[in-house]
């Protein structure tokens, strides 16, 4: 296992920081947000001067019903190669459903959604892996998530669960033990006991984050300081294992530099202490026979049913599935359209200004109503043609400049380039016919 020592997610926000602080052997950077042929130029001087950057990709959708999209494999591919990467990684989640298993739209949930810990999501999930394990030109590793809700009749552990996979696959695993923690509070389950199920030796590295608890329910924003808690699963995780990398992830509301510094030092510290434990002789590993690999088969019609039933019942109203938390399936619609809001005020950055306050009001009320059948960038032109369809904008100004900001976006060439290649295309038309 490669040893990739201590590294932090890199952001464009905190991109000097990151360059100029000390001690950083790695970072992370999320797949989608990179182009193979324009690396930003801070991931490159990072690589130039020997840290080694690693794909993140948040979109594939593992343990989904589908078989993973190959245009999606082929993108992971490119990234991992442009950044030379010694590994990629995903996550064991699903992120869509509906679509030809089910006969129903396709739905995208714009986040990662929890598997049902069964036999049927293991046997799909394994398939799965193998498939991006076949199409990636390094090793995968898959990461654990953290969830609002629970699956009733679930017939593993988590612990269990990856156990299995890691088993069936060979994939490594990507432990986060900030998730470890919301599952804690969020679903009662024992952080302890899942690292004491796991195979330590599949462990590829570690994410360290933090977040917040409201009424009873922990939110993994990766926009917290890490809490003392998940510090301590960190140090519980050390002293059973070396762990090859651990990394630092933050995504909102960055603090400054010395404060990221402090936090790497904390986690540095509670990885040392786990490793002062692990000194000590401890009782010996158990050993596990091997699971034989099962054929997904029907198990993809059945996983895509439930899974299609609980994506409709967060984005679309429709009733809550039987056997669900009504209370925390709630929480998860509200948390669904909140995020959908802020990620369509960043990739569209033009609209909370255009709509000024209003802008989230409105957006809600179109999440509420209209589901996110494609990506972020789909969401914010529907959501603005919308808008102007339903002619819900009384200012004349704000209902101009966003029916100008929709035309440049809706064609397949922005309007502000149109003429451009017209002009170009006219040009070509008239040397080849000199020609």
Not at 1 to 28: F, H, Q, S, Y
Not at 57 to 72: F, K
Request: charge should be negative; hydrophobic fraction near 45%; aromatic fraction near 4%.
């Amino acid at each position: 296992m490669r040893r990739l020592g201590t590294g932090i997610g890199w952001r464009p926000e905190i991109a000097d920081a990151v360059e100029r602080m000390p001690g950083i052997d790695w970072v992370e950077v999320v797949a989608e947000n990179v182009c193979p042929g324009h690396l930003p130029e801070s991931l490159l001087r990072l690589r130039a001067r020997g840290a080694t950057v690693v794909p993140h990709g948040v979109s594939l959708g593992l343990g989904g019903a589908d078989r993973p999209d190959e245009g999606r494999l082929t993108a992971l591919a490119e990234r991992a190669a442009a950044l030379g990467a010694p590994l990629v990684t995903e996550h064991i989640a699903f992120v869509r459903a509906g679509g030809p298993l089910t006969a129903s739209p396709r739905l995208e949930a714009g986040h990662l959604l929890p598997v049902p810990r069964t036999r049927d999501a293991l046997d799909v999930l394994c398939e799965n892996v193998r498939i991006a394990q076949e199409a990636l030109p390094v090793p995968l590793a898959v990461e654990n998530i953290a969830a609002l809700i629970s699956w009733p009749g679930e017939e593993m552990t988590e612990g269990q669960f990856l156990y299995e996979l890691a088993d069936r696959t060979g994939v490594r695993l990507l432990i986060d033990v900030a998730n470890l923690h919301t599952n804690h509070v969020n679903r009662g389950e024992d952080p302890a006991k899942a690292l004491a199920e796991l195979p330590l030796e599949a462990i590829a590295y570690v994410h360290v984050a933090g977040g917040f608890e409201r009424d009873g329910v922990w939110h993994d924003s990766h926009a917290h300081p890490v809490p003392r808690p998940v510090l301590d699963i960190l140090t519980d995780l050390a002293s059973r294992v070396a762990p090859p990398g651990v990394l630092l992830e933050r995504d909102e509301n960055f603090p400054g530099p010395g404060e990221l510094e402090r936090e790497l030092a904390a986690i540095g510290a509670a990885v040392e202490e786990g490793r002062t434990v692990r000194a000590a002789p401890g009782p010996a590993p158990e050993v596990r026979p091997a699971t034989p690999a099962v054929p997904a088969g029907e198990a993809r019609e059945r996983l895509a049913l439930a899974q299609t039933a609980v994506l409709s019942s967060l984005v679309a109203g429709t009733p809550v599935p039987e056997g669900f938390d009504r209370v925390r399936m709630g929480v998860q619609a509200r948390a669904l359209a909140s995020k959908r809001a802020d990620v369509v005020a960043k990739v569209a950055p033009e609209l909370p200004e255009i709509l000024g306050d209003g802008y989230r009001v409105a957006f809600l009320d179109h999440a509420h109503a209209h589901p996110m059948t494609g990506g972020y960038r789909r969401d914010a032109l529907d959501f603005a043609g919308r808008l102007l369809l339903e002619e819900r904008i009384g200012d004349a100004r704000v209902r101009r400049e966003l029916r100008e900001w929709w035309l440049e976006r809706s064609g397949p060439v922005p309007r502000s380039r149109r003429p451009v290649v017209r002009v170009a295309r006219a040009a070509r038309r008239v040397l080849l016919r000199k020609g």
